[in-house]
Every structure is written in structure tokens, then in C-alpha cells.
């Protein structure tokens, strides 16, 4: 297989997290019934083609993201853990440990990475770097259960490279923040995007003629929408139905003023995920939910789906608050919730959903809003804080 498939992040020593960890499976863990809803890699062996993280307000979702998006750099786009652009660096203390199971072509493969901090005497700054790493590989030939893609301790045919003790010359040539992932996965086309960095910013970021089937998604009143960088900088074309002549706008606030921000989110998504579907890339979106009614969630959810569309398993990774989008989930395996301990360690618990709720007969989105998992709703008390509090000023 010519796409990489990332089946297992997990961090050790993130104090922000219980225990100091953090761990997510993008395999299929559970029985898989309905093969559409998966993508297969070897025998039993499926990626999952979406995953979502639910939770309430300030219970850790976008830092959870930024830890998926940070390991899934190193594999697939071999960023330095110094890049300016690394979201979830930040996290990172001495000692840190990474752990990526993955597989690409005809391998799967163990990275496990020890991550320090140094003081850079050049900069007088911190910097991160690779204290040890080991890399090990076996065929996915050998493989026979789900369970087998993540036990290498004690396998046979397993092949290693330890950073500490590659020649000197191989060494060389890396730099002390680039992982050795560098040396199996430099040439993978699997594309990572992110969305992560418009959350808060709703901007046209999709350049050229956005196809009228995806202006008509979003706005059946649109039919033209031109994205060009001028000398002005950006400028927008917009025509709407029945209009002779096109409107020009010069400032992403005048085209907000004049379009829709779903519109706007919405071609900016397709572009991402049209650029994804072609290699089984990663799409990583925080709040999936922001100017989208649910409807429009549900399609976006629906491409991924389709095995007509997304041929290659692309997976889309999202946080959201609206939870009715979980029912549009299949699944159950590919949901993890996040929430706060109490005072005084206030720490991220990550939870799988199919391993806390076992029935199937109820909605996912009743589960959560019900408070069945603990953590999973405001509390009562707080809710009700806020009411007396309000009703107070009024006297």
C-alpha cells in the first residue's frame, strides 16, 4: 500500500493529561460488520475513515487535536519539532514520550521516540530534540489479527534501527529534531491539512473558480465565486443568480458582509478534502460544527463514508460540541470524549466511547447529553449558578 495509515498515538509525560497520558487508535478496535465503514488495509485489519472528539467547553478537544496533528507531522510531512507552524510542541516537556504505530507499502511499523529540552546557546531559547529513538518494522504479511498490528515485543521477522546507534554518516545528515521516521516515510504522498488555524477566522482561503456543484452546496444563489491574489491583495468575484454583472470585492470582511460564513467554511472544506481524498490523507477540523447547520454535517460526513468517493480512506479527525453528529457516526470505536478531573488536578481524561457505553439502542447524542458518562455535560449546579446570578440583577 502506497499510503501511510496511522493505526495508534500515544504520549507519555503530558502533564496536562491524567496519568500524563495521552493515547487514540485510528484503527477499527471493534467488531467490524459493515466493511463500507472502514478502510482495509490487510485481513482484519481497517483504518477508520472518521474520528471524532466530543466533549464540553474547555474539556481539552483542540489540545487533543493538536497532539494528533503534531504526531501525524512527524510521519507524514517529517516536520522538525522546532517548526515554528508545530501545533501541540507546546505540550512537549523533557521526557516526553511518543509512540506511532503506522503502516506504509508492504510494512507496518513501531515508532517510539524519547523527546528532551535543551537550552539553545545560539538563541537563548529552548529547544526541543530527539533524545533516542527506535523504529521497528515487520510485514503486514505476518499479521493475522488486529491485536497483532500492535504487539512488537517478542515478534518474529522484526527489523530495528535505534537512533543512538546509526553510523555516524546517516546521522549527519539529520538534524537533532528530525525524527528518523525520515528514512522510511521522506517519499509518502499522503497528504496532512488542517483546519485548525480558522476555527476562531472565518477567511476565503480556496484560490481560483470554485465549481458551481460545490457553490450550490452551500449557496444555491451563488453562481460565481472567484479567489485571485492580486497586487491589492486577495480579490473576490462574486455573481449571484439572475445578476449580469459580477460583484468585486477587495477584503475577506466585504466578502463576509456579502456571503454567508457556512458558504465561505464550506469551500475552503471542500478544497481540503478534494485534496485529501486523492491519497488517503488526514483532514484535521476543530469545532466540524462553526457555521455549518446539520444538514450540511451530515454530507460532509457522508463523503467520507462513501466508498465511491473516498476510495483511498482518507479520515476526517474533528472536534465538536454538537452531538447530534455523532449519530451520523456508524460507529462506535471512532468516538472519543474528553473531560476535566475536578479540582485540584483539573487533568484531560481521553475516553473511547465503545468501551464506556455498550448499548446500541439509544442514540449516541442522548448518551452524551445525558450525562451518561460522566463529565460529558455542564454541571447542574454551575447551570444553575448562572440563572441565580442573572435573576439577581434584576432586583
Known sequence: MNFIKVLHIAYKNIPLYKNGQFELNLMATDKVAD?????????????????????????????????????????????????????????????????????????????????????????????????????RSKKLSTIKTKKDALLFENHSGINLVQR???????LSVLQDDDSIVITVTKNNTTALRQFMSFTNMNMLISPGTTPAEVLHAFDANLDELITEDTSNGLTYTVRFKNQEKALTIHSPVGLNNLISSGTIKGQNMISLIKDILTNGGYLIVDELENHMNKELLRMITDIFKSERINKHGACLLFSTHYTEILDFMDRKDNIYVVRRERAPANNIEVLNYAKEVKRNDVKKSEIILSNYIKGTAPLYENIQSLEDYLCSEQD
Open 35 to 135: 466493511t463500507s465503514q472502514v478502510f482495509p488495509i490487510r485481513n482484519s485489519l481497517y483504518s477508520q475513515k472518521l474520528a471524532a472528539i466530543i466533549g464540553i467547553n474547555a474539556s481539552g478537544k483542540t489540545s487533543s487535536l493538536k497532539l494528533l496533528y503534531l504526531a501525524l507531522s512527524i510521519i507524514l510531512d517529517n516536520t522538525s519539532l522546532n517548526a515554528v507552524n508545530l501545533y501541540g510542541r507546546e505540550f512537549l516537556q523533557d521526557d516526553t514520550e511518543l509512540h506511532i504505530i503506522f503502516t506504509y507499502q508492504d510494512n507496518c511499523y513501531e515508532l517510539y521516540s524519547l523527546i528532551g529540552k535543551k537550552l539553545d546557546t545560539r538563541s537563548k531559547g529552548v529547544k526541543l530534540f530527539f533524545k533516542e529513538e527506535f523504529l
Open 164 to 170: 543512538t546507534k546509526m553510523p555516524d554518516a546517516a
